[in-house]
């Protein structure tokens, strides 16, 4: 059975900093890898996308990266902002079409 | 393009009464999901449907919980009745059929009291 593991769990940064956030999964039979952001009472926006041929995608300062192999991700955040702060949940998903997703970190970025 | 639609944004019942959520997914989103996400979680999926048939809904609760998508296009989710333990924000997303990306909508965040 696929788990999902993210850590840090929450995370308090002072605006300006590099951040990195990390998933890890159980189970490297994936389609592709999802990262998510939630904002407090709202639903997700994806992100990046990473197939499973794929090492890393880019999005402005976002940027993750993946390891099929040893089951891990990481999603980069440049020069964090107060807008960043958000819940960041990473996903894969198997051949089923069906996410499991991590249980998220929770991100404060302060001015 | 419109994104995933989902209504009410927020519902609070008193437990074993009825509820229902409505979703209208994006317009030639052949799949539509419904995922749970209890508070501190990640979501998880409660049913997949293809077009109009469920192809996956070995997680959802059938003793109490149903759902349809008439017409291969919008789709509601039943509660009846609900549980103190049903208290949790209900998702809907969609994608191409094939496709790789999903897209969310706002979610339902039901409260039973």
């Known amino acids: 059975k696929q788990e999902v593991t993210q850590i840090p769990a929450a995370l308090s940064v002072p605006e300006g900093e590099n951040l990195v956030l990390n998933c890890s999964f159980t189970?490297?039979?994936?389609?592709?890898l999802q990262w998510f952001r939630q904002d407090p009472g709202k639903g997700l926006t994806s992100l990046l996308l990473?197939?499973?041929?794929?090492r890393e995608q880019t999005s402005g300062r976002l940027n993750a990266s993946l390891d099929k192999s040893s089951g891990r991700s990481t999603l980069y955040i440049a020069a964090s902002q107060p807008g960043d702060s958000a819940t960041y949940l990473c996903?894969?998903?198997?051949?089923?079409?069906?996410?499991?997703f991590g249980t998220g970190t929770r991100l404060q970025v302060f001015p | 393009e419109a994104g995933v639609v989902q209504s009410p944004r927020y519902k609070i019942i008193e437990k074993k009464q009825p509820v229902a959520f409505w979703c209208n997914p994006i317009?030639?989103?052949?799949?539509l999901y419904w995922y749970l996400q209890n508070l501190g979680q990640g979501p998880e999926l409660l049913i997949r449907?293809?077009?109009?048939?469920?192809?996956?809904d070995s997680q959802l609760p059938k003793d109490r919980f149903s759902a349809e998508r008439l017409k291969g296009v919008d789709s509601t989710l039943k509660i009846q009745p609900a549980e103190l333990g049903d208290s949790a924000v209900y998702l809907c997303?969609?994608?191409?059929?094939?496709?790789?990306?999903?897209?969310f909508g706002s979610g339902t965040r039901l409260t039973v009291v």
């Open positions: 997303a969609s994608s191409r059929e094939g496709g790789n990306g999903y897209t």
């Open positions: 996903a894969v998903r198997h051949n089923t079409d069906k996410l499991i």
């Open positions: 990473i197939q499973s041929s794929q």
């Open positions: 449907y293809e077009n109009e048939e469920a192809v996956d």
């Open positions: 317009s030639g989103h052949n799949t």
């Open positions: 189970d490297s039979a994936i389609y592709n």
